[in-house]
């Protein structure tokens, strides 16, 4: 994909991140309405598009870049946890940010950006790819995530076991089975999944806007820190992640999802965690407005090492 090509592709997703900003901003969304549309992404949209892109033969080769993804993609996130522990004390972070900036540098937004972005770049392929790097995303979010939020005090008794049942999980878990079992949906099924899940992309990008339309203005540009952790989470992750990757992988679909999915803003849940655990969530906000705001520049430039 040229550089033009791919600097359309975001600019057209982000003309619908400020769509969702400017009706929520006018009114016809509400608080209710975005929180209900969030909802029906994360339980519905999002979980059909994994399932129908799944609904393809048994492919031994398809199989095997999903088990890099796989291995590859914990590795990735190992990597990130532990640059997590020691990011905060390089920006120089208050004590009331340093969980926020932690839990950011881990969790981008690997679902609602993640999924249509290698879509329209590398096709329904890269989608179940992405599928199985999100199950990673999910089980960690739940577990990791909640741990650095509530505070190591709480230990592992903020974590839920109900995390093996969320949508996310449930979704890979009855696509890969469909796959490995060359199993296809009757159309009167497989038609109503493959309309919900074409809804993700473009109802993912409102809901981004929606969110992001809470915040004051006046205050999402102010902080010095912010624009440090844009820059390590838009470019120096990804960057990190090519070097490091393309000595050891030779498949360059596996290579450029697992780096494009180190080039998300910050994860959109970041907000909703910060705010339930009493984390600094208008620190979590900013970061994910300027992040969402940037990444129209730099996901071109990231996607050209790629494609």
């Known amino acids: 994909m040229e550089l033009g090509a791919l600097f359309h592709l975001v600019l057209t997703l982000f003309v619908l991140v400020l769509v969702g900003w400017a009706v929520r ?24 598009l994994v399932i129908d892109s799944m609904q393809i033969p048994f492919d031994p080769a ?39 900036f932690s839990f950011l540098v881990i969790f981008a937004n690997t679902g609602f950006m993640g999924y ?3 879509r329209a770049i590398w096709g329904e392929g890269a989608v179940f790819l992405a599928a199985i790097y999100n199950l990673l995303f999910s ?28 949508p996310g999980i449930v979704s890979v878990g009855i696509g ?15 038609g109503p999944l493959r309309m919900l899940g074409d809804l993700t992309t473009p109802l993912s990008m409102v809901v981004i806007g929606a969110l992001l339309a809470r915040l004051d203005a006046r205050t999402i540009f102010g902080n010095p820190r912010v624009y ?6 838009l470019l120096v992750m990804p960057l990190a992640t090519f070097a490091v990757l393309r ?6 679909l596996v290579l450029g999802v697992l780096v494009m999915m180190a080039a998300m803003p910050g994860a959109t849940n970041a907000a909703l965690f910060a705010e339930e655990y009493g984390v600094n969530p208008e ?11 940037f990444c129209i520049v730099t996901f071109p430039l990231v996607a050209t090492l790629v494609t």
């Open 25 to 48: 901003r006018i009114g016809i969304f509400s608080d209710e309405v975005t929180a209900g549309l969030s909802r029906f992404l994360v339980n519905i949209a999002l979980p059909a």
């Open 62 to 100: 398809l199989a095997g870049e999903g088990m890099a993804v796989a291995v590859f993609g914990a590795a990735c996130y190992l990597a990130a946890v532990a640059f997590a522990l020691v990011f905060p004390g390089l920006i120089r972070a208050r004590p009331d940010e340093r969980q926020v």
């Open 116 to 118: 249509p972005i290698v």
């Open 139 to 166: 089980f960690l979010l739940f577990t990791v995530g909640v741990l650095i939020l509530s505070g190591r005090g709480a230990g592992w008794r903020g974590v839920s076991p109900r995390v093996l049942l969320s």
């Open 176 to 190: 890969l089975s469909f796959f490995l079992l060359s199993v296809d949906l009757p159309e009167v099924i497989g």
């Open 228 to 233: 440090l952790f844009s820059a390590v989470r």
């Open 247 to 252: 000595a050891v992988l030779d498949d360059p």
């Open 283 to 293: 620190l979590a906000s900013q970061a994910v407005f300027v992040t969402t705001l």
